[in-house]
């Protein structure tokens, strides 16, 4: 399935994206917490897919569009 189309589903079963980078890519906050996002108290990004994108620290994260 397309990154486009998984965003899409996504979206439409309710799970927002809260995270959006500079180049406008949609990202998750992910539950699980490693070593490193527990120790730094950053948390873990994943794109439309489950896969691992990166760490954060921004502490503004929010949901972007849909209900809070």
Do not use: Q
């Not at 998750?28 to 990004?45: G, K, Q, T």
């Amino acid at each position: 399935m397309k990154i486009s189309h998984k965003t899409a589903y996504r979206i439409d079963c309710g799970d927002y994206p809260r995270y959006e980078t500079k180049r406008g890519k949609l990202l998750w906050v992910s539950e699980l917490y490693d070593h490193y996002s527990s120790a730094n108290h950053c948390r873990i990004l994943e794109d439309a897919n489950g896969r691992f994108w990166g760490y954060s620290d921004n502490p503004n994260i929010v949901k972007i569009g849909g209900k809070l």
